[in-house]
């Protein structure tokens, strides 16, 4: 398995790490048998947060006896140094740990800085300095922000979405990271599951030095193929070339990338994530399922809805949400009434 040093935290780890969030989705038992195998596998960077249920708790049970072998990234929401601490206390409780390697704010829509005023910088600082974390990261989707947090200096570690999607200004920031002696932590790999290909994107960021994939694993056999790819020496060849263009043709302009932080406020109960990009994977994947009495309830709920705008306010892309999903129930509908998917224009 290939190392990747991550910037001046000077954390030395294979370069396919674990995303924590899609197990959330599935039982103890299940967690239990993932990330035991991920372990065993090679992988030592594991990436959580507070804010994704019981991932955190998950990681405690299943790896807190091998918790000197790897390496545990966590983060918060939190707005204020109070809340702050005590969602690190929890989270040091549920890892079962009395530190946490890389500690992020996360999500971030400002760049935070030492003097502020909202003394989250110094109460970073101050549990590095009682131990509680190594090092200090950020997360974000707006290219802005993370701008700033390299600008700043006072982050170690930047979590952005990159994968073969990414534009040139994307590339910019990961070029700006490595030059800063960042370590960039890469998320959304697989563009939320939009992209076609696993071993594309794998092949893709194999290229870039200083930066690790958080691969989003749910299932056994998701684990079963990046470990594949982690110890086989795959490369961009020209078929997977060819096909990283063919997507980039189909998904470029605004999609929604699927990452759920606007869910919990519609007030509709509207599935976003999924009704807002039904378009784009009704001509992706097996078309039957998403044909189901059960989706077509789902996509149903978007008549529900109210403009009240709140899903926008929070999405990290800055998508007019509620268009979205209006065009989606019309293509869908569309769909369901003629049988006939046609091409996006
Ligand atoms: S605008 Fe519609 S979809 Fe968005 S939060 Fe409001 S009700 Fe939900
Ligand atoms: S609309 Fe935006 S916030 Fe909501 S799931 Fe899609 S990308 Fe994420």
């Not at 707006?142 to 200004?169: C, H, K, W």
């Not at 299932?219 to 961009?236: A, G, I, P, Q």
């Not at 309830?297 to 008549?303: A, G, L, P, S, V």
């Amino acid at each position: 398995m290939k190392k990747a040093i991550l910037g001046k935290t000077g954390l030395n780890v294979n370069k396919t790490g674990f995303g924590a969030l899609p197990i959330q989705r599935v039982d103890f038992d299940e967690a239990d048998k993932i990330l035991k195998k991920a372990f065993e596998g090679g992988i030592d960077f594991y990436d959580t947060a507070r804010f994704y249920s019981d991932s955190e708790e998950k990681l405690g049970r299943s790896l807190s006896h091998v918790r000197d072998s790897i390496v545990i990234a966590s983060k918060s929401m939190a707005k204020t140094p109070e809340d702050l601490e005590r969602e690190l206390d929890t989270s040091l409780k549920m890892l079962k740990t009395d530190h946490i390697d890389i500690y992020q704010l996360h999500d971030a829509r400002i760049c935070y800085r030492p003097g502020d005023g909202t003394g989250l910088c110094e109460a970073l600082e101050k549990f590095k300095k009682a131990g509680k974390i190594r090092h200090i990261g950020i997360t974000t989707h707006r290219m802005s922000v993370a701008r700033e947090a390299i600008e700043s200096g006072f982050y170690e570690t930047l979590q952005y979405p990159f994968n073969y999607l990414a534009s040139a200004d994307d590339i910019d920031v990961y070029e700006r990271c490595v030059k800063a002696d960042m370590g960039f932590i890469c998320m959304k790999a697989m563009s939320g599951g939009l992209v076609s290909s696993a071993k594309a994107a794998y092949a893709f960021l194999d290229q870039y030095n200083g930066l690790v994939p958080i691969w989003g694993i749910q299932r056994e056999s998701e684990l079963d193929e990046f470990l594949k790819y982690s110890h086989e020496n795959v490369t961009l060849t020209d078929d997977l070339k060819e096909l990283i263009e063919k997507d980039k043709k189909e998904l470029s302009g605004n999609f929604c990338r699927g990452c759920g932080y606007c869910m919990s406020s519609c007030p509709a109960g509207i599935k976003i994530d999924d009704c807002a990009r039904m378009s784009l994977m009704i001509r992706r994947a097996p078309s039957q399922r998403l044909l189901s009495a059960e989706n077509r309830e789902m996509m149903k709920r978007i008549e529900d809805c109210i403009h009240c705008g709140a899903c926008s306010a929070k999405c990290p892309y800055g998508l007019d949400t509620p268009k979205l999903l209006e065009e989606n129930y019309k293509d869908y509908m569309n769909i369901v009434s003629t049988g006939k998917i046609e091409p996006l224009k």
